[in-house]
């Protein structure tokens, strides 16, 4: 079998940046920061383009502070996120291990392979606020977090927290 041009650029190509790399040592460093950045970029235009969820990194969690699970309240309602293992960022600030916090109110539909809706069901905290204050009607309702990335789309895997339910009492 005949080596392809292609395959001959490619051998050259890589002892050129093994001859480079070897015979500039002190440049390694900067070889290597140059390529990261190249790669991080690269995942980011591809993520934008394709609709790529941004990856969650492992032990990453999302929780509810307050209300707790049952509680019953008197509106409007307090509710404060919680969130470990990653970083809260704005939307719209492309940052590996970050996202914002969306408060699910009543169990909407969500579609995860794509960016979420703002509606009165999925609220969007793109200014990276970690609390809010709900004005609900009374009567049960539940309440969940879904964090999304910087283009709103849930995170892979989706980082949700426990769907709570709460009951609130009408106003004196
Ligand atoms: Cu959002």
């Not at 990261?36 to 032990?59: F, I, R």
């Not at 307090?78 to 600030?93: D, I, Q, R």
């Not at 699910?104 to 009165?120: E, G, K, N, R, Y």
């Amino acid at each position: 079998m005949s080596r392809s041009p292609l395959t001959l650029f490619r051998f050259a190509a890589s002892t050129a940046f093994l001859i480079g790399t070897i015979t500039l040592p002190v440049h390694a460093d900067t070889w290597k920061d140059l390529k990261d950045v190249a790669k991080q970029q690269a995942a980011q235009k591809a993520e934008e383009s394709l609709n790529l969820p941004q990856a969650a990194p492992a032990g990453a969690k999302v929780y509810l502070i307050s209300p707790k699970d049952g509680d019953i309240v008197t509106g409007p309602v307090h509710v404060v996120f919680g969130l470990g293992g990653m970083g809260v960022a704005p939307a719209g600030v492309n940052q590996p291990n970050t996202g914002h916090h969306h408060l699910l109110i009543d169990s909407p539909t969500v579609d995860f392979a794509q960016p979420l809706p703002a509606t009165d069901q999925i609220k969007h905290f793109g200014g990276g606020q970690t609390e809010t204050t709900l004005n609900l009607a009374p009567g049960t309702h539940t309440l969940q977090l879904l964090l999304g990335d910087w283009k709103h789309q849930p995170q892979n895997p989706a980082l949700m927290s426990d769907k709570i339910t709460i009951t609130v009492k009408a106003a004196k």
